[in-house]
């Protein structure tokens, strides 16, 4: 069905019908969603992440020929997919009482604060934009909270998801990097987006069918963590493309998540991520040598952008971020009670050029969760959140262990990698939905368990 639509989608937007393809692949996502919440939860969640993958690309093609559109509706047809689980939450019946229900709640009113801070603070455009990244993936939390009595069941539709979707995503963007089709080259000149590299052939970072080098790389990053424990030899030999298109990203905090994950799953995951170590040595010395025989310049680059952690003087995103780390905490102080979620990221972008001006916004934009999080949400709401987010991962990888489930400790160690960006990077969107798809799935294991 997917891959019906994209065809769709492709052969309308070649044909110059772009304004149809838009609207058909909006309105098909949500009949698809709908069709599939109708059969099973965790078909569901495979038919909204397929749409997560691929509304991106989608963008991309429809405005190939007419033009860059920064605010294409599009982008917003994962999320809309994605509130089709608030019905779940009226429906179902003691759901207040289950085990892990605080975590989601806490998350969430504190999200919700941060909106209605932006909606008393007269944002409201950008407090409804920013809903969509800071409220909506917190749905999926609610989601394995409500279904944990078909958790059973997640297991063979998430492999199966992970296999074709795998087939898509890296054949697709090892086209993109050493080729780079016109309308991926075409939509990064216009977006401007001088941090992804250059629109030419093995001088951009990756981005696939995503909208950025870093969603791409969380994926990928997940994507390896789960092939651990979802038993198949297919998916094993993914790995080594997997881990060529993670460098290719270069996107370092990634790089250093997806190790640590792996660490912290040798020390929990019953020797299955000693497996994984091994294949991630083997595959990233015969890839280093392999591409250093094909092109030297690809391997010339990433080690260039991964050689810049030694000499941080020299690295554009570093001094950009030690100069948000030095404004952020004045910005905190004059706004003990938080900007609001609106007054960053997305959701500022309805301050934008007014006659010719941009318009005085006590805000900066930050790259930096935590420093995103106390701005957005204040002294307040702002520990408190990031506290149950850390003591969500906690419990998650607890569970693993005690309840002796391989693939709830395959997730809770995936989530380190969204998290494990946290320092450095935000998680919100894709990203954000990720994590809680991650920290989720132990949670309905214990719900599961212990018939609560």
Known sequence: AVAGLLAAVVGLSVASGSSVARVLFMLSAMLLA?????????????????????????????????????????????????????????????????????YALVLFACALYGMLVSFVNGSIVGGAIAAADWLVPLLYLFLFICHADRIDEAEA???????????????????QYFYMPDWDAQWLLASGLSTF????????????PLNQPGFLAVWVGVCILWIVYFRSRLLLLAVPFLLLLLAATQ?????????????????IGRGGFGRLAMIAVVAGISGYVGLSVLDSRV??????????????????????????????????????????????????????VEGGHKKDVNTVNVDSGPLSVFLALGWVAGPVYILTMLLLQYRALLVGRRFKSPTAAAMATAALVPLGIFPFLNILGFNASVLWICLGYPLAVEIHATNL
């Open 34 to 102: 709908g069709w599939a919440k109708r059969r099973s939860p965790w078909l569901y969640l495979c038919a909204t992440l397929w749409i997560w993958l691929s509304a991106a690309f989608v963008r991309r093609m429809i405005e190939w020929h007419p033009g860059f559109n920064p605010l294409d509706i599009v982008l917003i047809t994962p999320n809309l997919t994605v509130m089709l689980i608030v019905p779940d939450l009226l429906n179902t019946r003691g759901l207040l009482t289950r085990r892990g229900v605080g």
């Open 157 to 175: 539709h998430l492999t199966r998801f992970l296999t074709y979707s795998l087939l898509f995503v890296v054949p697709y963007a090892l086209y």
């Open 197 to 208: 590299g250059h629109a030419l052939p093995m001088e951009s970072h990756v981005f696939g």
């Open 251 to 267: 996107v370092r905090s990634v790089a250093g998540s997806v190790a640590l994950a792996i660490g912290v799953g040798a020390l």
């Open 299 to 352: 391997t010339d680059q990433i080690v260039a952008r991964f050689g810049t952690v030694q000499k941080l003087s020299d690295d554009n995103s570093a001094q950009t971020r030690q100069q948000i780390y030095a404004e952020t905490p004045r910005l905190i102080d004059e706004n003990p009670f938080g900007t609001g979620i609106g007054a960053q990221g997305r959701g500022n972008a309805e301050q934008s």
